[in-house]
């Protein structure tokens, strides 16, 4: 089975400052995907980035970055010169071959970004 | 080219009324997923279809049915609601079910059941 662990749940950092945020992730599948999700206040779902297990960098989309450390099992989301509009729930997924029908989602982290 | 779209957007029952909350996409999708998201909590999976006419169980199935009669399509069914289903429910789609494809997620209904 797998399981995704976001140990913080709140979290509040100064604008312009880099946040990261952890992921923990426990699964004996070689292969799978971690994915990390934005929630803002209006509710909807929007993907940030994804990192394979194969992959030998970590991935980078924009402000976005993926701290992988995979024989920790981690999979940090790093956030670069933090906006107010990063305000929002921070969810970490994961999705493994043998159960890659089911994307499993931790708790979540909420981020403030302070003006 | 809409995405994955969800109706409606909001809903109250009273306990034992049933409905369907509806979802489509239009990417040509194989997989599609509906999760719920309690308070305070992440997405948890209610059931999935990896093609037209093929549905399976999820994490949390009971009181809920779906079908998938088409591949743009999948409606959930609320059989006789509760207090317990009380939630925001997302339906979301992705190109195949291998574990690197993203799914997209449609705006969420939210349901209140009193």
């Known amino acids: 089975a797998q399981k995704i662990t976001q140990t913080q749940p709140g979290m509040f950092v100064q604008e312009k400052e880099a946040v990261t945020l952890d992921c923990t992730y426990d699964t004996s599948d070689p292969s799978y995907g971690l994915f990390w999700y934005k929630q803002p206040s209006s509710g909807e779902m929007i993907f940030l980035i994804y990192?394979?297990?194969?992959?030998?960098q970590n991935a980078t989309e924009g402000r976005y970055s993926l701290n992988f450390q995979k024989a920790r099992k981690s999979a940090n989301l790093v956030i670069s010169a933090s906006q107010l509009g990063d305000s929002a729930m921070y969810f970490c997924a994961m999705r493994a071959i043998q159960g890659a029908q089911k994307l499993v989602f931790g708790q979540g982290t909420r981020l403030t970004i302070n003006p | 080219n809409a995405g994955v779209t969800q109706t409606p957007k909001f809903q109250v029952l009273k306990t034992g009324q049933s409905m369907t909350l509806q979802c489509a996409q239009d990417?040509?999708?194989?997989?599609m997923s509906w999760y719920r998201q309690d308070p305070g909590m992440g997405l948890r999976l209610i059931h999935y279809?990896?093609?037209?006419?093929?549905?399976d169980q999820g994490e949390v199935p009971n009181g809920y049915n779906v079908s998938r009669s088409t591949t743009e399509d999948f409606p959930l069914r609320l059989l006789s609601a509760a207090p317990s289903q009380t939630s925001v429910y997302f339906c979301?789609?992705?190109?195949?079910?291998?574990?690197?494809?993203?799914?997209?997620f449609g705006p969420g209904t939210r349901l209140t059941v009193l």
């Open positions: 979301a789609s992705s190109f195949g079910q291998n574990y690197y494809n993203e799914q997209f």
């Open positions: 279809s990896v093609g037209a006419g093929i549905t």
């Open positions: 990192q394979g297990s194969y992959d030998q």
């Open positions: 990417m040509n999708h194989e997989y």
